[in-house]
């Protein structure tokens, strides 16, 4: 039998070796799994860092210094400001002054305030459709307004040019033709409102074929201390203290009061009065419109 006692002590040693063998080893197994546990999460961090950057740097529109020259956005075209234009049809609604309809004038079955509401509307349409304007009416027929209320509706609506359409009359049949009442020189619009009425007086003498009345249709209307009706032709410059039309004097802005012709006459009436009279007239309007704010004087 072997000596146990003898071979005891070499045993134990071999033990103790094979231990300590098993235990660096696994101390370095250690030691690599850490290292590679290391390097996975570094990796981790740096593809998000990697990941993270482009994400903060897009998070805002890149401004024009970030963009190549040759693909710059065009600018936003910014919209043009447009025109206030006031139009006043002349009469309607129930004066309560008189208790009845305002209709103005009236003959062979027409009334003033039918027609200068059509015309009116007409042009508003014609204005409306044109991008450069934006019509306002100063009434629509439904309600009695004073000019004075008139007037008040233009200036808030911040016009640039106020239109007041009417039609005159006579006892007499055979009085005819257009005048044309601009703001007067008292008013700082009176230079502005001459050329404009230049303008509507000859196209409407050119293209319609009416008569003018005075020097060249363009006329100045004043009230005396007995509020009767002065007239003076526009050549006559001198500043008066005598007020004109409310609508004119109220409305803060070059303006005029267009007497057509005389709903009273025959021809006149053919001229402005008819249907399609008025769809020619508020297309003389328009184009007396866009030409006063392109800058045209009439000769």
Same mark, same amino acid.
């Given at each position: ?133 934006? %019509?306002? *009416?100063? =009434? ?11 007037? #008040? $509706?233009? +200036? /808030? ?27 007067? %020189?008292? *008013?700082? =619009? ?11 007086? #000859? $196209?409407? +003498? /050119? ?44 409305? #803060? ?47």
């Amino acid at each position: 039998m072997p000596n146990r006692t003898a071979v005891q002590p070499y045993s134990s040693t071999r033990v103790m070796q094979r231990k300590c063998r098993r235990k660096r080893r696994a101390r370095a197994v250690q030691r690599v799994l850490y290292f590679l546990a290391a390097l996975l999460v570094a990796g981790a961090v740096g593809l998000v860092l990697y990941q993270g950057a482009p994400l903060r740097a897009h998070a805002a529109p890149p401004g024009p210094a970030d963009v190549p020259a040759d693909v710059q956005p065009a600018p936003t075209a910014q919209p043009a400001a447009q025109f206030v234009v006031a139009i006043d049809p002349g009469h309607g609604g129930v004066n309560p002054n008189i208790g009845a309809e305002d209709w103005g004038s009236e003959a062979d079955g027409l009334r003033e305030s039918d027609i200068t509401l059509r015309t009116a509307r007409l042009l508003y349409d014609k204005l409306a459709a044109d991008g450069r304007f934006a %019509p306002v *009416l100063t =009434a629509d027929g439904s309600a009695y307004l004073k000019p004075s209320e008139r007037a #008040a $509706a233009a +200036r /808030d609506a911040g016009a640039d040019l106020l239109l007041s359409i009417h039609l005159n009359c006579d006892a007499s049949t055979a009085t005819h033709g257009l005048e044309c009442y601009a703001a007067p %020189p008292h *008013l700082a =619009a009176n230079a502005e409102s001459v050329r404009f009425g230049r303008l509507v007086t #000859a $196209a409407f +003498r /050119d293209e319609l074929g009416l008569t003018l009345r005075g020097q060249d249709g363009v006329r100045y209307l004043y009230f005396d201390a007995n509020d009767a009706r002065v007239i003076a032709e526009s050549s006559d410059t001198t500043p008066r203290t005598d007020p004109t039309f409310t609508v004119l004097e109220d409305c #803060a802005c070059p303006a005029v009061l267009v007497e057509e012709g005389f709903i009273s006459n025959a021809a006149d009436r053919e001229m402005v009065c008819r249907d399609d009279a008025c769809e020619r007239a508020a297309e003389v309007y328009y184009a007396c419109i866009v030409r006063f704010f392109e800058g045209e004087v009439e000769q």
